[in-house]
């Protein structure tokens, strides 16, 4: 259950528990860097980056709700299935989840520049203010590290496969990362910083407006995607590929079985048995 203060989701003290727990962080989190590094190198390695919960529901009636809107609902989805979110649900739950910690967190409005697809707050991330300076967090890149955003300079994670970096722009940052197969060319962010922080009901707002039909602000309304992020590796399921990223960058594609891909779901990747029967199939398989 939840309490609310207003209109934003507050996290109890059991669901903030058993959050915790199924992290391995059940000694006390320090509230600085080291702390914030720990509990985001945790959520980047437990909480998948997937559109699960979002295809069933495209699937559907679509009489209810977005599914992870609510980060309560997003934790109850995870801990019950092994299922996480795209960038709205997942930051959106991240930073509820620092909050009740008692990080200095608010969430923001970004855009990324991917050809195609609709620009102006299309991706949600999670800021946190530390010593005066602001650290990214965001769930969909998974760094493992905090990337400070720090005014005209650039700034790296330097974590290997997981690594992003915040290139100065006249805009404020450029923030780039290597997802999934793509190891050459970066994928670009641009947090929208001049807007300041917004809200629960803006994240809402934003998510929903994603999974419209009328509009292109997201590749992830038509076929299964879902990729965790490991210490050393990178494991990425969309449609019937599986890739793999080792720890010396090198990403692997092979093509699976609708059965293969139920067993890695469910073995590999720690999604539940019931959530992968749900699943319905991808739309456009020759696109």
Known sequence: ??????????????????????????????????????????????????????????????????????????????????????????????????????????????????EGIEQGGNHGSVLVRLDGIDYLVDAQLAAFRALPLLPGQSTSTGNGIHDISAVPVAEGFDVQWYPGSNRQRPLVMRPELEMGPVDHGYFLAQYALSASPYRKRSPFNEALFIARHFRKSILVVSRHNKIEVSSDNVATRSEITAEERARILIEELGISEYAVNAIPPDENPQS
Not at 32 to 49: E, I, M, T
């Open 1 to 114: 259950m939840s309490a609310r203060a207003g209109s934003e989701p507050v996290l109890s003290a059991d669901l903030l528990a058993r959050a915790l727990c199924k992290r391995d962080l059940t000694s006390q989190l320090t509230l600085d860097l080291a702390g914030l590094n720990r509990l985001y190198a945790a959520f980047s390695k437990n909480v998948p980056n997937d559109n699960i919960q979002k295809r069933i529901w495209l699937a559907g009636d679509r009489t209810t709700p977005l599914p992870g809107g609510d980060p309560i609902k997003f934790f109850d989805n995870w801990i019950a299935h092994g299922s996480g979110g795209t960038c709205f649900p997942a930051n959106g739950a991240l930073y509820a989840l620092l909050r009740a910690i008692g990080f200095d967190a608010r969430r923001i409005s970004g855009s990324v520049l991917m």
